[in-house]
């Protein structure tokens, strides 16, 4: 007697979970999808092809991407961090009043639309994806338990799309034009066919790409081709001139403009970057940066001291500063945005490009990185940071357990403690190695300061406390902050975890610095 079939399901289940960082920053990129999987973009920036349909891919965007489908990946920053689900397909059937299972791949049994999520309570369910990540690491749930979590986050997902789903038509033409542009930049492009690909006027669209991208479509194609320069510059049988022609440059001329007004220097330099002598005027470190890169730095000077602009002590210290500088002679001088009053000063020395200003360490890096052609080198350091900071969150989890800490750094009169957020210091403690913050740590804010006398009691495990010298007064101030009864009646104090450490806050922006924090850390844990 044949079965009969009374119902058929489909079911989805989670095989595995993994945090990602893709770095191929303007290069194409295609890829064979392996299994089925949601994707989600919890950093970076960039355009996604699935299949034939172009998206965006930003912050909180998710995907579903099935097996064997193909992709293109083109990226707007230095690298997208994201996260990875992937899953299994099983449809379950009743035959003869007994239920029976089968992996299956057919387009019928789906339960997502395949292709970007549309989402309406996306940080929502961004959430219940990390935290999902979070107790796979660290084994907080059985297998069964994992998948009971991931079920309740896939009926959160299942609810939260409209039945029709939502297309912006505007955005999704835009997408497929930025798109075209990647394909065909070498190419002369008319505004009306990029326009005619997005299903707009020519007004509309590039009103509406400015509005989604914040430049305008010519400025985006020009970015575009200069990207694609840089490898050709690199070649020694190029010319400036065969370079810009090759990437859509009509004008060699026009070329170097657009390239110097991008890259911070002409071709002809960066055609050289690995010989020029650099000469940094940064506060946040760049020396290390470059010492990282096995890139000597000729000078490195930092005129933003936190002294009173234009009084004489000042107007000294900026007169030596600037003679060492000048005594380097450096090719090319790197600088950030506190010396951007000095940007004339600078330029007279030598040529000077002014960082962006940005609170990721990594970002900032790799356009050092590339300013001086160590592109490798960086990815390199970016791999062994990450299994550093592994192996040491596992051995502080080991030492430490839930114990709290507090990162201090004391001024003259004055404390200064380090948030939970938006500094590379915080992020490598609380984000990376996963440490406790103590009950005076903000949660929500970069750092805040206290007067020494008064400090609000606070109780916390371990304090570890940087005495900024370069001002008149920590001494003293370290002692009277000894001497205070809030200091002395503390958890830590009383249990000698009290631990004196070098400037981490200066060393937080540089593969080496941040190398260097974890070897404290561990070294200041070890005998506990």
């Not at 489909?10 to 194409?28: D, E």
Request: glycine share 4%.
């Amino acid at each position: 007697m044949s079965s009969f079939v009374q119902a058929q399901y489909p079911l989805v289940f989670l095989s595995s979970i993994h945090k990602r960082r893709y770095r191929q920053p303007n290069n194409l990129q295609t890829f064979i999808v392996p299994g089925d999987m949601i994707l989600v973009i919890t950093a970076g920036n960039g355009i996604i092809r699935i299949g034939k349909e172009v998206f965006t891919l930003q912050l909180n965007h998710s995907f579903y991407l099935r097996e064997s489908s193909e992709i293109e990946v083109i990226l707007e920053s230095s690298y997208v961090d994201y996260y990875i689900m992937v899953l299994n397909r099983v449809t379950a059937a009743k035959r003869n009043g007994k239920w029976a299972y089968s992996v299956t791949h057919s387009d019928k049994s789906e339960l997502l639309p395949p292709g970007k999520l549309p989402l309406t309570n996306i940080k929502q369910a961004v959430e219940r994806v990390k935290q999902l990540y979070v107790d796979s690491r660290n084994h907080a749930k059985h297998a069964a338990g994992l998948q009971l979590q991931f079920q309740s986050l896939l009926q959160f997902i299942l609810q939260d799309i409209p039945e029709q789903g939502i297309v912006e038509t505007a955005s999704k033409g835009i997408d497929q034009s930025i798109g075209y542009m990647y394909k065909h930049y070498h190419e002369k492009i008319k505004l009306d066919v990029l326009a005619d690909i997005a299903g707009l006027t020519e007004t509309s669209y590039s009103r509406s790409f400015k509005k989604a991208k914040g430049v305008s479509p010519v400025e985006y194609l020009n970015q575009i081709r200069i990207d694609s320069s840089k490898q050709l510059l690199q070649q020694q049988d190029c010319s400036v001139k065969e370079v810009a022609d090759s990437v859509g440059f009509g004008n060699e001329f026009y070329f170097s403009k657009m390239f110097k007004r991008s890259i911070g220097m002409s071709p002809s330099f960066y055609m050289r970057r690995q010989q020029l002598k650099i000469g940094a005027a940064s506060c946040f470190h760049y020396h290390n940066n470059l010492r990282s890169l096995g890139v000597k730095e000729y000078a490195a000077i930092n005129c933003h001291r936190n002294l009173p602009y234009y009084t004489d002590e000042y107007n000294r210290m900026l007169s030596n500063q600037l003679n060492e500088l000048r005594n380097a002679r450096p090719d090319i001088i790197l600088a950030d945005y506190r010396h951007t009053l000095l940007y004339e000063q600078l330029k007279q020395i030598a040529p000077t490009i002014l960082l962006d200003y940005t609170m990721d360490w990594r970002k900032n890096h790799m356009r050092i990185a590339e300013l001086v052609g160590r592109e490798k080198e960086a990815q390199q350091h970016f791999s062994q940071l990450e299994q550093k900071v592994n192996y040491a969150r596992k051995m502080l989890a080991l030492k430490l357990g839930d114990e709290t800490l507090s990162v201090i750094r004391l001024y003259d009169h004055q404390l200064r403690v380090q948030g939970l957020t938006d500094h590379p210091l915080n992020d490598l403690l609380f984000s990376e190695l996963g440490l406790k913050p103590s009950s005076i740590v903000p949660l929500h804010e970069r750092l805040k300061d206290f007067a020494i006398d008064k400090m609000p009691p606070f109780e916390t495990d371990h304090i570890f406390l940087h005495k900024h010298l370069q001002l008149a007064g920590p001494e003293e101030s370290f002692s009277r902050l000894q001497q205070s009864q809030s200091w002395q009646g503390m958890k830590a104090i009383r249990n000698n975890r009290f631990y004196l450490i070098s400037n981490w806050i200066g060393l937080s922006w540089s593969p080496e610095g941040q190398n260097q924090i974890i070897d404290e850390l561990l070294e200041r844990t070890k005998s506990l």
